[in-house]
């Protein structure tokens, strides 16, 4: 997995960097503009051939020095550049002010402003990674210009499309932002790149290697560390079969033995008539994802009702929080209750039961215990006595409606502006458990902020996965890969479950409902086991 950077994290890096002598700022500079351009070739390859036209437009930063050192490069390679500055050439940084001495040795400067002949290339080196606040007007003005040259001019972003923020992938002011065809950033993404509009904005990430050392890799089979925040993505073990470290080490039914109840035993508490189609999605979700034994729970009434729809499902009846401690014994491994299960003093009752459940003489340690959708939504009007239930062992899946209903805080302030990263891992700590908030770009947190950000955008973008009962399947998900007695940590178990989430929808494609959701898995772990 890789680790994502903030831009004051990324600036640290850098420093660093040049204060240990392993590098110096012109150098990052030059390999940074080579390597936009050897970017733009890669993604247009015609642009590599023959003459063409670029505008490079540069800001008052070293990001502008970036730009400097591409159309240097550009000019070489035998294009006409047009250079346009914003700011006084003489207030840029020593760097930055050194790759503008070298570009106006031979080419002119100019302010901001319409650029005269048709180009090829419209190159964005304003701001950067630094940006918190709306663009200038004349930035805004100059970047929402249309080039002559109409839909066949590229335009490309370095590090960051002007105008998005890089830590929140907010656009401050919600107007005003370069819409890139290619983004190019440096030594590792940032968390707007993934974040809020920043897929919308950015086009094409590719991140390209400056010479700062390791890219920030983050070992899949290991937890997040505390305070961190790593990019969940497919990693491969470097020597051995092609199993991958992840998603394959949080999937048990990969191993190459084991008995049923190895694989643990999953509940899932459903709601009564006419409402167990959302249990009976997490239930079937469960079996799929590698829990030994499922049994569905439900009101008597909706016994008949649930049988006629599942077959290795167990089934039992249960009326209420003290049907429910009679019928639940120490060998179950995992719990996952709240959808479709009603909201009211019923949901709560249930849900301290299940909480109060701690590890039994044949379990190793406390059931894992997933809490989604009516679960949630029951505490909204005293979040602090969910609060006072949870332990360690649990994970609330919430939507942003029923984050917003249990953290209106933190979701007033995440509107605001503070980054959703930032607004989970408050709500991590405040709930003291894993909190999964659910999106295209879902980011899961830990009491001790650890984070880890799951992106369905750019090549795995599946806008056909927001369709009803999604959230069911992937709360079921999370219990059935929680429940083996050889599952990873919780916020190990809840980057795998998001990860198969939208592989199960990508192998299916357009058209999808959520019942085909776990029907996909076995192709997709036929993927993950090589």
Same mark, same amino acid.
């Not at 990674?129 to 100059?142: C, F, S, W």
């Not at 609330?396 to 995440?414: C, Y």
């Not at 980011?443 to 880890?452: F, K, Q, Y």
């Not at 007695?485 to 190990?492: G, K, N, Q, R, V």
């Given at each position: 997995?890789?680790?994502?950077?903030?831009? *004051?994290?990324?600036?640290?890096?850098?420093?660093?960097?040049?204060?240990?002598?392993?590098?110096?700022?012109?150098?990052?500079?030059?390999?940074?503009?080579?390597?936009?351009?050897?970017?733009?070739?890669?993604?247009?390859?015609? $642009?590599?051939?023959?003459?063409?036209?670029?505008?490079?437009?540069?800001?008052?930063?070293?990001?502008?020095?970036?730009?400097?050192?591409?159309?240097?490069?550009?000019?070489?390679?035998?294009?006409?550049?047009?250079?346009?500055? &914003?700011?006084?050439?003489?207030?840029?940084?020593?760097?930055?002010?050194?790759?503008?001495?070298?570009?106006?040795?031979?080419?002119?400067?100019?302010?901001?402003?319409?650029?005269?002949?048709?180009?090829? $290339?419209?190159?964005?080196?304003?701001?950067?990674?630094?940006?918190?606040?709306?663009?200038?007007?004349?930035? *805004? =003005?100059?970047?929402?210009?249309?080039?002559?040259?109409?839909?066949?001019?590229?335009?490309?972003?370095?590090?960051?499309?002007?105008?998005?923020?890089?830590?929140?992938?907010?656009?401050?002011?919600?107007?005003?932002?370069?819409?890139?065809?290619?983004?190019?950033?440096?030594?590792?993404?940032?968390?707007?790149?993934?974040?809020?509009? +920043?897929?919308?904005?950015?086009?094409?990430?590719?991140?390209?290697?400056?010479?700062?050392?390791?890219?920030?890799?983050?070992?899949?089979?290991?937890? /997040?560390?505390?305070?961190?925040?790593?990019?969940?993505?497919?990693?491969?073990?470097?020597? @051995?079969?092609?199993?991958?470290?992840?998603? +394959? *080490?949080?999937?048990?039914?990969?191993?190459?033995?084991?008995?049923?109840?190895? &694989?643990?035993?999953?509940?899932?508490?459903?709601?009564?008539?006419?409402?167990?189609?959302?249990?009976?999605?997490?239930?079937?979700?469960?079996?799929?994802?590698?829990?030994?034994?499922?049994?569905?729970?439900?009101?008597?009434?909706?016994?008949?009702?649930?049988?006629?729809?599942?077959?290795?499902?167990?089934?039992?009846?249960?009326?209420?929080?003290?049907?429910? =401690?009679?019928?639940?014994?120490?060998?179950?491994?995992?719990?996952?209750?709240?959808?479709?299960?009603?909201?009211?003093?019923?949901?709560?009752?249930?849900?301290?039961?299940?909480?109060?459940?701690?590890?039994?003489?044949?379990?190793?340690?406390? /059931?894992?215990?997933?809490?989604?959708?009516?679960?949630?939504?029951?505490?909204?009007?005293?979040?602090? !006595?969910?609060? !006072?239930?949870?332990?360690?062992?649990?994970?609330?899946? /919430?939507?942003? @409606?029923?984050?917003?209903?249990?953290?209106? %805080?933190?979701?007033?302030?995440?509107?605001?502006?503070?980054?959703?990263?930032? !607004?989970?891992?408050? *709500?991590?700590?405040?709930?003291?458990?894993?909190? $999964?908030?659910?999106?295209? %770009?879902?980011?899961?947190?830990?009491?001790?902020?650890?984070?880890?950000?799951? !992106?369905?955008?750019? %090549?795995?973008?599946?806008?056909?996965?927001?369709?009803?009962?999604?959230?069911?399947?992937?709360?079921?998900?999370?219990?059935?890969?929680?429940?083996?007695?050889?599952?990873? =940590? $919780?916020?190990?178990?809840?980057?795998?479950?998001?990860?198969?989430?939208?592989?199960?929808?990508?192998?299916?494609?357009?058209?999808?409902?959520? =019942?085909?959701?776990?029907?996909?898995?076995?192709?997709? &772990?036929?993927?993950?086991?090589?």
């Amino acid at each position: 997995m890789t680790e994502l950077m903030t831009a *004051a994290q990324m600036r640290a890096t850098e420093e660093a960097a040049i204060a240990a002598g392993r590098t110096t700022g012109l150098a990052l500079m030059e390999r940074a503009g080579r390597a936009v351009v050897a970017a733009v070739f890669q993604r247009w390859p015609a $642009l590599s051939e023959g003459a063409h036209a670029a505008l490079v437009l540069c800001g008052p930063g070293n990001n502008g020095g970036d730009g400097f050192v591409i159309a240097r490069r550009l000019r070489d390679l035998g294009w006409a550049v047009t250079v346009q500055i &914003f700011g006084d050439a003489a207030r840029l940084p020593p760097d930055a002010r050194r790759m503008h001495d070298l570009w106006a040795a031979s080419g002119p400067v100019a302010p901001l402003g319409p650029c005269e002949g048709g180009v090829d $290339l419209v190159v964005d080196a304003l701001f950067g990674t630094g940006l918190t606040r709306p663009l200038p007007q004349a930035v *805004a =003005e100059a970047v929402a210009r249309p080039s002559r040259g109409g839909d066949q001019v590229q335009r490309v972003a370095v590090d960051a499309p002007s105008g998005l923020n890089l830590d929140t992938g907010a656009i401050p002011g919600g107007q005003g932002v370069f819409l890139a065809d290619l983004t190019v950033t440096f030594h590792t993404a940032k968390p707007g790149h993934y974040l809020g509009a +920043g897929p919308a904005v950015c086009g094409q990430l590719v991140c390209a290697d400056i010479g700062l050392g390791g890219s920030g890799g983050n070992l899949a089979g290991s937890p /997040p560390a505390a305070g961190s925040l790593r990019l969940a993505e497919p990693v491969t073990a470097d020597t @051995g079969p092609g199993l991958r470290v992840f998603p +394959g *080490a949080a999937i048990a039914k990969l191993a190459a033995t084991g008995h049923k109840y190895d &694989f643990g035993h999953a509940v899932v508490l459903a709601g009564g008539v006419g409402r167990g189609g959302a249990g009976r999605l997490a239930a079937r979700a469960a079996l799929r994802a590698g829990a030994g034994l499922v049994t569905m729970l439900c009101p008597p009434a909706a016994l008949q009702e649930n049988a006629a729809r599942m077959d290795a499902v167990m089934l039992r009846a249960c009326r209420d929080a003290e049907a429910f =401690e009679a019928l639940v014994d120490d060998r179950v491994t995992a719990l996952c209750l709240g959808p479709g299960l009603g909201v009211g003093e019923r949901t709560r009752s249930l849900v301290a039961a299940v909480c109060a459940r701690r590890a039994g003489a044949r379990a190793g340690r406390d /059931p894992a215990v997933v809490l989604d959708a009516d679960a949630l939504t029951s505490f909204a009007p005293a979040p602090d !006595a969910l609060f !006072a239930l949870l332990h360690p062992r649990c994970i609330l899946t /919430p939507h942003e @409606g029923e984050f917003g209903r249990l953290f209106p %805080d933190l979701a007033l302030s995440a509107r605001a502006g503070m980054s959703k990263v930032e !607004a989970v891992r408050h *709500a991590a700590a405040r709930a003291g458990c894993v909190v $999964l908030l659910k999106g295209a %770009d879902t980011v899961i947190a830990r009491p001790d902020g650890a984070a880890s950000l799951h !992106a369905a955008v750019y %090549d795995r973008a599946v806008p056909w996965l927001a369709t009803a009962g999604a959230g069911d399947v992937l709360a079921g998900l999370i219990a059935g890969l929680a429940a083996p007695a050889s599952a990873p =940590e $919780l916020i190990c178990v809840a980057e795998a479950a998001a990860w198969l989430h939208v592989e199960a929808a990508r192998a299916f494609g357009p058209g999808l409902i959520a =019942e085909d959701l776990p029907d996909m898995l076995p192709e997709v &772990f036929r993927r993950v086991a090589g």
